[in-house]
C-alpha cells in the first residue's frame, strides 16, 4: 500500500513538472490574446459636386467592383453649364478672329503711317486679351464637362456597400460621405496586447488567427507593426496619473497584424473578434 502511494506521489509530481514544463515552453515559443479585432480598409463615398440622387444602383451589404456604378446625380443643371460653356467659347473665339483681323490690318497702317503707333499697340493688347479670353473659356468648359462627369459616382475600389441610408430624391453635398464601401482586397487584426508582453514581439513574426465567427478556421497572419502608444493614449481622456489618486494598471499595445490567407469562403466582418497567437523567437534576438 505504502508503495502505491509513493508510485502515486512521484507520478503526479512528475505530470506536474510534466504540465509546468509544456506551459512554459508555450509561453517562451507563443504569446496570445483573445483582445483582438478584425480591421479593414473603409473608403467614404462622397460625390465630388452637390447635387439630388437621380439613379441609385445598390443596396445596402451589396458586393460591387471596382468601375462599377454605385449612384448618379440629376445631370440637368450640370449639362445646362456645359452647353453654356460652350457657347461662350465660340463668342471668344470669334472675338479673337476679328482682333486677330484687325491686329493684322492695324499693323499694315502703321507701317504706313496711315494710323499711329498707339492704335497699334491698342490693337496688339486686344488681341492678346481676345486670346486669354479664349482660354478662359476653355478651361471654364473642361470644369463644367468634369461637373458632368462627376454626376456618375462609381466604385473606386471593389468591395461591400455598407451604411447606405440614401434614397433617390436626396440632396447631397460635394465631399460629404453618402455611405461606406469596405475594401475586400485587405484585412488586419488590431490584437491588443499586455506591455509585459511586448518584449519579444517583432515585425514579421508569423501569427495564428482564429475567430470566434469561424471558431474551426484558423487564418495565417504576420506583424505589420506596433503601435507607438497604448490605447488610453489616443484616446479623448486620455488617463490623468498626476492627480494623487493614481492606480498603476497594465495597459494594452494595439498589434497590427494582416491576414494573409484570405477565402471567398470564409469572408471577413470589421469588428468580429479573434484570438491571436503570435509566434516569437527569443533566442534569435540580438
Known sequence: MQIH??????????????SSLAYWG????????????????????????NGRVAHLYVVNNQFVKAGEILFDLDPDMYATLVAKARANLAI???????????ETRLHALVKKRVASIQEGDSAEMDLQAAKAGVELAKANLATAELNLGY?????PESGWVTNLST????????????????NNQEFWVDANFKETELQHIRVGQSAEIKLDMYSGQPFQGIV???????????????????TGNWVKVTQRIPVRIKI??????YPLRLGASANVKIHIKPWQEN
Open 224 to 242: 505589420e507593426s506596433i503601435s507607438n502608444g497604448s490605447g488610453a493614449a489616443f484616446s479623448i481622456f486620455p488617463p490623468e496619473n498626476a
Open 151 to 155: 454626376t456618375h459616382i462609381t466604385a
Open 260 to 265: 494573409i490567407t484570405l477565402t471567398s469562403r
Open 26 to 49: 508555450y509561453k517562451y515559443f507563443f504569446v496570445v490574446t483573445d483582445d483582438a479585432y478584425v480591421n479593414g480598409n473603409i473608403i467614404h463615398i462622397a460625390p465630388r459636386i
Open 167 to 182: 434614397r433617390v430624391g436626396d440632396m447631397v453635398m460635394a465631399n460629404q460621405p453618402v455611405f461606406l464601401l469596405i
Open 5 to 18: 502511494k509513493k508510485v502515486g506521489l512521484i507520478l503526479a509530481i512528475f505530470l506536474l513538472g510534466l
Open 92 to 102: 471668344n473665339q470669334a472675338k479673337l478672329k476679328l482682333a486677330e483681323l484687325t
